[in-house]
T-cell receptor, first 116, second 113 residues
Framework: EAGVVQSPRYKIIEKKQPVAFWCNPI?????LYWYRQNLGQGPELLIR????????DSQLPKDRFSAERLKGVDSTLKIQPAELGDSAVYLC??????????????FGQGTRLTVV | DQQVKQNSPSLSVQEGRISILNCDYT??????FLWYKKYPAEGPTFLIS?????DKNEDGRFTVFLNKSAKHLSLHIVPSQPGDSAVYFC????????????FGTGTRLTIIP
């Protein structure tokens, strides 16, 4: 079974430029997450989707970040314009959804973003 | 406000000995706890979990213990192997519409051959 696929693996951009990340979750997983992991920290949730609906985007900086999950499968996360402080690893994860054991999330390899 | 805390940034253990990684939490609504393992340049991979209705869950060399009254959990790895060298994250989730995982800051475990 294929895992969570993310692209690109690495991205270097200049500040004020736009950038987009793509995620393909595990087939059948209804819940999709975007996390951001800063150096030396644990992942922090940016947005969570249940199918195509964003059910928790309270920690998404909406002035520059946007996300979509059309048709409830693939998802893209966009930053426009990027700032130096956005440099981090952006992780996509998916799960069956629900609580308890269904919370177990499977992560992609992440996209390491460097803003210069 | 760090709701999940891993106070030891790093830990070194001799191969064959027991590794004990600790995690504390503050949110009493958390009812499900997970440990993830992360190698460099890879995403976290699920290791083991425990529900708040249990105080112990075992899977091979890995055992997680939960002390709800102390809001503390620990991961025991025995015997430790060189391949266990990685960063270990503790995570927690709460029920009823708040299924997101809240992660600790991680503990880097190094197994010394």
């Amino acid at each position: 079974e294929a895992g969570v696929v993310q692209s690109p693996r690495y991205k270097i951009i200049e500040k004020k430029q736009p950038v987009a990340f793509w995620c393909n979750p595990i087939s059948g997983h209804n819940t999709l997450y975007w996390y951001r992991q800063n150096l030396g920290q644990g992942p922090e949730l940016l947005i969570r989707y249940e199918n195509e609906e964003a059910v928790d985007d309270s920690q998404l900086p909406k002035d520059r970040f946007s996300a979509e999950r059309l048709k409830g499968v693939d998802s893209t996360l966009k930053i426009q314009p990027a700032e130096l402080g956005d440099s981090a690893v952006y992780l996509c994860a998916s799960s069956w959804g629900g609580t308890g054991p269904n919370t177990e999330a499977f992560f992609g390899q992440g996209t390491r973003l460097t803003v210069v | 406000d760090q709701q999940v805390k891993q106070n030891s940034p790093s830990l070194s253990v001799q191969e064959g000995r027991i590794s004990i990684l600790n995690c504390d939490y503050t949110n009493s609504m958390f009812d499900y706890f997970l440990w993830y393992k992360k190698y460099p340049a890879e995403g976290p991979t699920f290791l083991i979990s425990i529900s708040s209705i249990k105080d112990k869950n075992e899977d091979g060399r890995f055992t997680v213990f939960l002390n709800k009254s102390a809001k503390h959990l620990s991961l025991h790895i025995v015997p430790s192997q060189p391949g266990d060298s990685a960063v270990y994250f503790c995570a927690a989730s709460a029920p009823f519409g708040n299924e997101k995982l809240t992660f600790g800051t991680g503990t880097r475990l190094t197994i010394i051959p």
